[in-house]
């Protein structure tokens, strides 16, 4: 099972994979105004807020979609969530990963599970949002290639070939 220094490592590559990710929907002409690509990654970030407002144990940071005018408003945002997690990260201790963690949505999914939610851990939360952010990135970089952009090579195993760069976000524009 992970271990802080796992999941650190995981961060900094999810990190350096949604800013490549970023730059690559920036770049393409047609994503800016993709009603699909604007939702899915307001989703990728929103997601990732709301684990990290669950840890810290405040409400929820469920930022609508609406409230951004444009898709690199919610580009910024995305690289802001960055300078509040890994803080997050290097303060918490490593026995500390075995604390339950309720998340507020998890009843939600009783009726299609068919049963209650079994209780997760810190660890096993922290593992999520890093699998979560893949999961949607790659429906992403299909989108990307339908409008004609070309999807980054964002593999964990890519990132550890290149020696672990740091993220490049786009310019602000």
């Known amino acids: 099972m992970a271990n802080l220094g796992s999941l650190r490592e995981l961060y900094d590559h999810m990190r350096w994979a949604d800013a490549i990710v970023w730059r690559a929907a920036l770049a393409t002409p047609n994503a800016t105004t993709d009603p699909f690509l ?3 990654l307001w989703h990728i970030h929103a997601v990732q807020r709301a684990f990290l407002s669950v840890w810290r144990q405040q409400s929820p940071d469920f930022r609508e979609l ?5 898709l690199t408003a919610i580009a910024r945002w995305a690289r802001d969530y960055y300078d509040e997690v890994r803080p997050y990260l290097d303060s918490v201790a490593e026995d500390a990963l075995e ?3 309720i998340m507020p949505w998890a009843g939600r999914l009783t009726k299609r599970f068919g049963r209650e939610p079994a209780p997760t851990t810190l660890r096993e939360t922290m593992l999520q949002v890093p699998m ?12 990307l290639r339908d409008l004609g952009g070309e999807p980054p090579l964002v ?9 672990k760069p740091p993220a490049e976000w786009p310019e602000e524009r």
């Open 99 to 101: 604390n339950l963690v």
């Open 132 to 143: 979560h952010s893949t999961y949607h990135r790659g429906q992403v970089n299909a989108r």
């Open 66 to 70: 609406s409230t951004f005018s444009e």
């Open 155 to 163: 593999d964990y195993i890519a990132w550890l070939w290149q020696g």
């Open 38 to 40: 604007r939702e899915r």
